[in-house]
């Protein structure tokens, strides 16, 4: 059996191929983001399937315990995407073991309105209430100024993503925190690698969350993961993750507390199985082990992904330098990002306009992104649900009008991204 094991990971080894396309100008779509798979990942995750790892299993542990010593953190939970991370990320504060600290509904959370839907979802889904707060052009990160104006009697916590992969002042923004008892949760799924002052981004907070989908960093498929230093909270993220349990037992594991039946909780009779006794009005946000199989396959090039990902950003940040009518993106000072994406924002009077700007890059076959959802509070979803805003959004309001991002991923080579530095430049120029 182990022979036809290696025999059949050898023939996956053949199939993945290493041939090369041309890059084809106008013809080869130039995507904005994407995984970037070898021949190693595709072994790990059929390897995984051939072992009929379904359930979290050996690789999840062992990505847990890989992944929280790249932060230098002490825990590390998987989850099935970055948006279950955030749900769990928040969530946990709500626990009723934090006792007089703990959040409940109508509590205030400071956060970005320019962003992703699932980084203020959870604030919604928990009965609280997001307070928005704007952002500055060409960081596309808020400030530590524009959250302190924002706190208000009932705020508990600030939880902000790092903007396409740039950090926000987050030591400031912690300090703050610290200071006037918030808790600050990281959203880091877009910025895995950045660092801010030298300290890698996602160890700031008092939790936070990666996001393991095809664009990001790392791929998983669908992925996420919590992260934190506490490790009260990290077993109140565990029991909600799976089903809200008080057991800490992994799949096919039991009484690893040596007292399984000898426990009394809430009005239970003494001795309930500590396997069903329930801590937490919990979710299952469980992955499984094929995920992160290839998850531990893609961490080893993490820092490769990283410096490629610098790479062609600063490429392309050197060839757009001084393009009229264009907002270049800069890092936060103290920030050294892990970029997720290039953003452009054409200047109100540009003389062109984004739509006309995406319209040529699309036909040229470059892939845009708008920034996320822009302004947040401007779609239906949130329309009528309970909010505040913190001073103006004019600044998300520009980018939901004039922001668009393309790509730095790792998939892509030199000539593409010269290739997209070139159609932008070519268009702004003789648009202007
Ligand atoms: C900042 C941010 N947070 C959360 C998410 C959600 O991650 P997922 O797609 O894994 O649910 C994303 C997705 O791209 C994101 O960009």
Partial sequence: MKDAKARILEQVRDYHGTEEKEFEPGVTAVWPSGAVF????????????????????????????????????????LANSGSSANLL??????????????????????????????????????????????????TYNTTVERI????????????????????????????????RGL??????????????????TGTFGDVSTTSFYPAHHIAMGEGGCVLTDNLALARIVESMRDWG????????????????????????????????????????????????ALGLSQLSRLDAFG?????????????????????????????????????????????????????????RKIGTRRFFAGNLTRHPAYLDRPHRVSGTLTNSDIVAGHTFWVGVYPGLTEEMVRYIAESVR???????
Wanted: charged share 25%; net charge negative.
């Fill in 307 to 363: 410096a490629a990902r610098r790479a062609n950003w600063s490429l392309l940040r050197e060839a757009l330098d001084g393009v009229p009518g264009l907002i270049p993106p800069r890092a936060t000072e103290g920030g050294d990002p892990s970029w997720f994406g290039f953003a452009l924002t054409v200047e109100p009077g540009a003389g062109y306009t984004r739509e006309g700007l995406v319209a040529f890059l699309e036909s």
């Fill in 38 to 77: 070898d021949a190693a990942d595709r072994v790990a995750l059929v390897e995984a399937a051939l072992d009929m790892r379904i359930a979290a299993g050996v690789s999840s542990r062992r990505f847990e315990r890989e992944f929280a010593r790249y932060f230098r953190l002490r825990k590390a939970h």
């Fill in 245 to 292: 349990r008080d057991c800490w037992c992994e799949p096919g594991e039991d009484n690893r507390c040596f007292k399984r039946f000898d426990y009394q909780m809430g009005t239970l009779p003494h001795g309930y199985d500590h396997k069903y006794i329930f801590s937490h009005v919990g979710y299952n946000l469980k992955s499984t082990d094929l995920q992160a």
């Fill in 89 to 138: 990320a928040l969530s946990a504060f709500t626990s009723p073991q934090l006792e007089d600290r703990r959040m409940v509904p109508g509590d205030e959370v400071i956060t970005v309105a320019a962003g992703f839907p699932t980084t203020v979802n959870p604030i919604i889904q928990n009965g609280m209430v997001p307070v928005f707060v704007d952002v500055e052009l060409g």
């Fill in 183 to 200: 808790f600050l949760i990281e959203d880091n799924c877009d910025a895995v690698g950045s660092t801010y002052r030298g300290r890698l």
């Fill in 148 to 179: 302190e104006a924002a706190i208000g009697p009932r705020t508990k916590a600030i939880m902000i993503a790092h903007a396409l992969g740039n950090p926000f002042a987050v030591e400031e923004v912690a300090r703050l925190a610290e200071e």
């Fill in 426 to 432: 070519d268009y702004a120029r003789k648009n202007s």
